[in-house]
């Protein structure tokens, strides 16, 4: 069976996506969380339909060196580490070789967070979370990021992406105040598929992307109080 690409790229699926989460708009405390890097793309979309704010929440695939490809586990913020167990005995991983993959993924983590300017955990207490990705596989890297996400207690945490596996969306459901999904399908091998143009993101198309959408909300808000301004009492 071939795939057939359900969206033109990251912002038209960003853009399919708010229009299932309208219910977000405006909200109070409200923050909308991409995970880099693609991620960001769909997420800067979701922000600028429903006039939230956009923050980053770096988190990494562990891969074997040889296998780079192959998702094993995943590193998120406060020193959350998962691995998929069956998968590193197949490719056995010892525990110096893991500790290897963990290291060199772990300065990657953190250069992002920096580059980003991630959020402390502390700032995103008592916030509702809308955590976005541009697809869900194998789930790792986003069982990975609530994990760390719910660590710093948000008042919800709610996940919304274009397309995730069927299975995996089972998995996260009790992790989860609401999962939001355009299309929830069997065996999804590619994330990738569903997408006409799906390119690879860099350091500077994240940078572009949040300042834009800073921009965006300080132009709102201003325009919003010149209105309030002008209004007769």
């Known amino acids: 069976m071939v795939q057939t690409a359900l969206w033109r790229d990251r912002s038209h699926a960003g853009r399919a996506l708010a229009q299932q989460l309208s219910s977000w708009s405006h909200k109070p405390k409200a923050l909308v969380v991409g995970l880099p890097r693609g991620g960001i793309v769909v997420a800067a979309e979701v922000a600028r339909q429903l006039n939230l704010p956009l923050a980053s929440w770096a988190v990494r695939k562990l891969a074997h060196p040889q ?7 995943a590193i998120a913020p406060e020193g959350v580490q998962i691995w998929d167990e069956a998968s590193t005995r197949a490719y056995r991983l010892d525990a110096p070789l893991r500790q290897s993959i963990v290291a060199e ?3 990657e983590l953190e250069r992002r967070q920096r580059l980003y300017g991630d959020p402390p955990a502390a700032a995103l207490r008592n916030r509702p979370l809308l955590v976005v990705d541009d697809g869900v596989a194998t789930g790792l890297t986003v069982r990975a990021a609530l994990q760390s996400l719910r660590l710093s207690e948000p008042s919800q945490l709610v996940l919304a992406v274009p397309v995730i596996d069927r299975r ?12 939001v999904a355009l299309a929830e399908v069997d065996d999804l091998w590619a ?4 997408y ?5 993101v860099s350091d500077r198309d994240v940078l572009q992307l949040m300042a834009a ?9 201003a325009m919003a109080h010149q209105r309030e301004r002008s209004d007769p009492l």
């Open 67 to 73: 296998a780079p490809e192959l998702a094993l586990g």
């Open 105 to 107: 993924q772990r300065r």
């Open 168 to 179: 995996v969306a089972d998995v996260l459901r009790p992790q989860l105040d609401q999962l």
């Open 191 to 194: 994330v990738g598929a569903w």
């Open 196 to 200: 006409q143009r799906f390119e690879p």
């Open 213 to 221: 959408c800073s921009e965006d909300r300080a132009s709102s808000g």
